[in-house]
């Protein structure tokens, strides 16, 4: 018994210890910036990190436009946040970026309705759906995390411009570190190899390069783009993976942040003041950090851009 303590109080302390510096480390946006009169898109608004964006946006008194793809699921968000927050101002609008379709017609809407665009946050994202395709033959995970938002941003980019000084957030990831074997010719041909976590870690590079060049060609607007990587947060993501894993992964919840804290980089980038000079850079904890080894090949994002105009007119002609 005594021995047992002697091992427990430590693991407990070291544990306790963690979490302490977890929410030491943890950045918060401490903007005081009000949003009244200004309109934000967030896709998949409806949990998690994109919940907790679209509520601090509308708080501050946006239009906020939850852009999900279960409208029952999207609507309750919506209905949450204007008890929380008193905005009126927040729609739910059908999305779904596994159809190119549906980013189509979600964008010829917001142009023909919304007469100003400040604020698009290109959040929706899964993992661990390994090499299952999309109906269109794309692998699920990239069309969902990186092409459909690819079209979707490039739609509305007029609409963004005519708005000025308007920002465009990606939602990436650390995981774009751990890519392997990154080859922009092979983005859709990739066949299952290497391990299931790689097509995720493969779409959040694509974010952070499709960030990168979109900076690029933004320069001489006002619009300006980040990329950011929330931190480990526990949030509905995990849901999809096996029993015992979820059971894992809930336990270590306890040593991640909550959606909250993992919306405030997100949240940093889409409204503080003064980072325009950082257009196209990354971000984590509300600090720029320098880029990631394997996103500073000064030719891939082009060549990735290229790719993918290509790849996306192959569907949609
Ligand atoms: N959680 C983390 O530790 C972590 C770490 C690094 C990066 N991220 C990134 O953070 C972003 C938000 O993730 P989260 O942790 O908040 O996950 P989450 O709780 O699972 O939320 C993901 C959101 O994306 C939506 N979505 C999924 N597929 C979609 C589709 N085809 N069309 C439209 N919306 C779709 C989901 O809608 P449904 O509810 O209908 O499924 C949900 O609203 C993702 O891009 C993720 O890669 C998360």
Known sequence: MRLLFRILIPVAAILAMFKLWLKWTTGWCRSNVRLVGKTAIITG????????TAKDLAKRGARVILACRDPTRGQKAVEKIVK??????VIFKHLDLSTFESVIEFAKDINKTEARLDILVNNAGMGFRGYLKADNGFLLIMQTNYFGHFLLTNLLLDLMKKTKNSRIVNVGSIAAKFTEDFDVNQLNKYEASGHHFEV???SKLCNLLFTIELADRLKGTSVTTYSVHPGAVATEAFRTIPAVARIITTVLGWFMKNSLEGAQTTIYCSLQKG????????????????????AQDPNLPKQLWKVTEELIKTVIG
Do not use: P
């Open 200 to 202: 995720y870690c493969r």
């Open 84 to 89: 929380a927050t008193n905005n009126q101002n």
């Open 275 to 294: 980072i325009e000079n950082y257009s196209g850079e990354h971000f984590e904890d509300c600090h720029y950090v320098s880029r990631y080894k394997i």
């Open 45 to 52: 608004a409806n949990t998690g990190i994109g919940y907790e």
